[in-house]
């Protein structure tokens, strides 16, 4: 039996190892000692091989799988991680021994069970965290400075403490499109003659046609994030995209994907067609308007990846009602509607009468 191999361990004092996201390097919770990734890995590279080859055994066997060489976790790779099932909204979550999981990201529900994770797909890519959670709660707290009627308790820094790493996982589709299309274009211009306003317009048969290869292009696969948060916290920077390694979950919780990958087709397929037709659209720039008359897009579906990408997240309850954070653990970039503190409103609102009076009635005065 392969050993395992998601322990890592500091050389120096044999300590446990997390991956810090500002330096970007594997640093040890006692001594301080950082190391680069590769060199970890490569200490473990032995382990790996093993616990590679018995991946491979079992990725025969899973079926549905996106690409037919997808690996899955086995029981070796497994065993230094702990899976957990929310039972409030199902979320599968994904952490190393030494992470307490003790909240849901998702639904902020306190408890959670244990669960197995041998036999599901393994990530092909991981994009780390850029962000630590010092950097994440600063400019959570710089956003909710600027909402004057928050409620009180959003802006605790105990609430706010309570931000959670988590790599979301994500789909990430290959395609090529081509595409042709007819608009109308319009061109008008106004002038003066005597009385009236004369408008000429004039119109124009514009055709246009092209094609676009796309690279990843990415969809989530949790049915717990909503894909409003998560459209608006892209794009993610894919240079700095790496080969999956489990060095980089310590310290992080990494969601299970529960929308399969076919499932996830028609929103990549209309993800591509809006592109190829925004492109096929700025070509025409030039008319006053452009009316669409026809369009024909063809997408050609390429190989798929599984990916995990990194997200801070906050969720939390207000008045029976949930409210979620999500923020790109690459760029700050933030996205999630705060709760209205309605007695904040009706007191400003009340001062605001107040002061409207005092005027009025030295306006009044003075007159």
Not at 92 to 121: F, M, Q, R
Not at 263 to 283: I, K, M, N, P, Q
Not at 318 to 344: E, I, R, V
Request: charged content about 25%; some cysteine.
């Amino acid at each position: 039996m392969a050993e395992k191999t998601t322990n890592y361990q500091c050389p120096a004092c044999t300590g446990p190892l997390h991956y810090d996201g500002a330096s970007g390097k594997l640093v040890c919770d006692y001594c301080g000692s950082a190391y680069d990734v590769k060199d970890i890995e490569a200490r473990y590279a032995k382990k790996q091989a093993a616990a590679d080859t018995a991946a491979e055994g079992d990725a025969k066997k899973a079926a549905r799988l996106p690409r037919q060489d997808s690996p899955v976790w086995s029981e070796a790779e497994a065993e230094g991680l702990n899976s957990y099932s929310c039972p409030t909204c199902g979320a599968e979550l994904v952490c190393d021994e030494t992470t307490a999981a003790t909240t849901c990201p998702y639904c902020g529900n306190p408890t959670v069970l244990g669960g197995k994770l041998s036999g599901k797909l393994k990530p092909e890519y991981i994009l780390p965290f850029k962000l630590d959670k010092k950097a994440a709660i600063a400019q959570l707290t710089r956003y909710y400075k600027g909402k004057a009627f928050l409620p009180k308790a959003f802006k605790s820094q105990n609430h706010i403490a309570e931000i959670q790493g988590v790599y979301v996982p994500f789909w990430l589709y290959d395609a090529k499109a081509d595409a042709r299309g007819r608009y109308e274009g319009q061109n008008s211009e106004s002038h003066r003659e005597g009385d009236y306003m004369v408008t000429t317009t004039q119109h124009y048969d514009v055709r246009r046609e092209g094609s676009a290869d796309f690279a990843k292009v990415p969809v989530d696969g949790s049915s717990k994030m909503p894909n409003t948060h998560m459209d608006a916290i892209e794009p993610f920077d894919y240079s700095a995209i790496q080969p999956f390694s489990t060095a980089y979950l310590p310290g992080f919780l990494a969601d299970k994907y529960d929308v399969s990958v076919e499932d996830s087709h028609d929103r990549a397929d209309g993800r591509c067609a809006a592109s190829l037709e925004s492109a096929l659209r700025r070509t025409a720039e030039q008319y006053d308007s452009c009316i669409p008359l026809r369009q024909d897009i063809r997408l050609r579906r390429g190989k798929v990846h599984y990916a995990l990408m990194p997200v801070w997240m906050l969720n939390t309850k207000w008045h029976g009602k949930d409210f979620t954070f999500a923020m790109n653990g690459q760029t700050k970039k933030l996205s999630g509607t705060p709760p209205l503190s309605w007695a904040k409103l009706l007191t400003f609102c009340a001062a605001l009468m107040v002061v409207i009076g005092v005027l009025g009635g030295l306006i009044g005065g003075s007159l």
